[in-house]
T-cell receptor, first 112, second 116 residues
Framework: KQEVTQIPAALSVPEGENLVLNCSFT??????LQWFRQDPGKGLTSLLL?????REQTSGRLNASLDKSSGRSTLYIAASQPGDSATYLC???????????FGTGTKLQVIP | EAQVTQNPRYLITVTGKKLTVTCSQN?????MSWYRQDPGLGLRQIYY???????DKGDVPEGYKVSRKEKRNFPLILESPSPNQTSLYFC???????????????FGSGTRLTVV
């Protein structure tokens, strides 16, 4: 059974800092990995999707990397802003399945 | 605009009173799924559907029913709600087409259900 862990559970940084969020998974036979953002009481917004054949994906100030052999993905946020404050979730999809397994998220607070 | 629409956004009901949460997507996606989100437990899959008339249980299906009579709609039915079904519910959809054009999951805005 795939287990997905996100550490830390919460993170508080001053505005302007570069930061890294971590996602670890136990089964390396993944098909893809997707990073989401969730604002309080809201739905999930897709940020980046990395296929198993890719090492990283970039969108604006966000960069996600994938290392299947070590079972890790990182989400790098450059020059953080208060508007980046949210909970960040990673979701891992195993090969041969449509279902994804979610981590429990990292709650990020960017302090002005 | 491509989206997944859930209704209602908020619902308070009493134990045992049947309810339905609707989910509709306009992206012609084959795959649809329901999740519940609880503090400390993350998102857990309730039911999913690979296509019309094809549904299957997720990790926590007890107390829930679904149907997929049309491709765009995937309602979640609680026949006899109980307080332990108080949660935040999300519907999601995804294309079954694989490859670089697969953008992964699109989620609805959520339904906050309280059962008293």
């Amino acid at each position: 059974k795939q287990e997905v862990t996100q550490i830390p559970a919460a993170l508080s940084v001053p505005e302007g800092e570069n930061l890294v969020l971590n996602c670890s998974f136990t089964d390396s036979a993944i098909y893809n990995l997707q990073w989401f953002r969730q604002d309080p009481g809201k739905g999930l917004t897709s940020l980046l999707l990395i296929q198993s054949s890719q090492r990283e994906q970039t969108s604006g100030r966000l960069n996600a990397s994938l290392d299947k052999s070590s079972g890790r993905s990182t989400l790098y946020i450059a020059a953080s802003q208060p508007g980046d404050s949210a909970t960040y979730l990673c979701a891992v999809r195993l090969g041969g399945y449509q279902k994804v397994t979610f981590g429990t998220g990292t709650k990020l607070q960017v302090i002005p | 605009e491509a989206q997944v629409t859930q209704n209602p956004r908020y619902l308070i009901t009493v134990t045992g009173k049947k309810l339905t949460v609707t989910c509709s997507q306009n992206m012609n996606h084959e795959y649809m799924s329901w999740y519940r989100q609880d503090p400390g437990l993350g998102l857990r899959q309730i039911y999913y559907s690979m296509n019309v008339e094809v549904t299957d249980k997720g990790d926590v299906p007890e107390g829930y029913k679904v149907s997929r009579k049309e491709k765009r709609n995937f309602p979640l039915i609680l026949e006899s709600p109980s307080p332990n079904q108080t949660s935040l519910y999300f519907c999601a959809s995804k294309s079954a087409q694989e490859g670089v054009s697969n953008y992964g999951y699109t989620f609805g805005s959520g339904t906050r259900l309280t059962v008293v």
